[in-house]
């Protein structure tokens, strides 16, 4: 039972432009969202999250937009370098700290 | 660098048999969490540690199991080793009360069962 949906496994887009990875989810009990970044042979790093009782986060070119009406968030990147590529995971937590991730995007950005 | 290590890299184990992966994590985090990414997947929540207790576990069955000790360290051990058990095993430490984003993981554990 996947809880938590990215339906794109790639994404390439061209440096500076906007880069939109998107993640669904099923459950509306998640209080908390994440992304996290994972280059090969690393574990993933946290990159950014929104509480459930927001609607936007913002740091640096990295932003995050939730949509509970839609079971719906999604990370933007402006503007996209090409040390951004990697695989992105969105996660979402319930109230026993337990996280459940997606499959992954996997984001080329190409100079 | 997250200060979060595992041990060891790659392993190849065989049908049947058990397996102890190991976990070091950053001083003072007395919360850690293993997961499982199949390749191809996300990683998959198997249990959480607290205080040496567990505290959640997912959809595994009995087999997997864990320790946490004193000393921040913990294992993850699985018996009667399956071809589908092929992953790599992710521990995250974290400090309960600090925030979500507060997770670490090491860089994984890769196994191989044939």
């Known amino acids: 039972d996947q809880q938590v949906k990215q339906n794109s496994p790639s994404l390439s887009v061209q440096e500076g432009r906007i880069s939109i990875l998107n993640c669904d989810y099923t459950?509306?009990?998640?209080?908390?969202f994440l992304w996290y970044k994972k280059y090969p042979a690393e574990g993933p790093t946290f990159l950014i999250s929104?509480?459930?009782?927001?609607d936007k986060n913002e740091d640096g070119r990295f932003t995050v937009f939730l949509n509970k009406s839609a079971k719906h968030l999604s990370l933007h990147i402006v503007p996209s370098q090409p040390g951004d590529s990697a695989v992105y995971f969105c996660?979402?937590?319930?109230?026993?700290?337990?996280?459940?991730f997606g499959t992954g995007t996997s984001l080329t950005v190409i100079p | 660098e997250t200060g979060v290590t595992q041990s060891p890299t790659h392993l190849i184990k065989t049908r049947g048999q058990q397996v102890t992966l190991r976990c070091s994590s950053q001083?003072?985090?007395?919360?850690v969490s293993w997961y499982q990414q199949a390749l191809g997947q996300g990683p998959q929540f198997i249990f959480q540690?607290?205080?040496?207790?567990?505290?959640g576990r997912g959809n595994f069955p009995p087999r997997f199991s864990g320790l946490q000790f004193p000393n921040y360290s913990s294992e993850l051990n699985v018996n009667a080793l399956e071809l589908d058990d092929s992953a790599l095993y992710l521990c995250?430490?974290?400090?309960?009360?600090?925030?979500?984003?507060?997770?670490?993981f090491g860089p994984g554990t890769r196994l191989t069962v044939l």
């Open positions: 995250a430490s974290s400090l309960p009360g600090r925030g979500p984003d507060t997770q670490y």
């Open positions: 459950n509306s009990m998640f209080d908390y």
């Open positions: 929104i509480s459930s009782i927001k």
């Open positions: 996660a979402a937590k319930n109230t026993g700290n337990q996280f459940y």
């Open positions: 001083s003072g985090h007395n919360t």
């Open positions: 540690y607290y205080r040496e207790e567990e505290n």
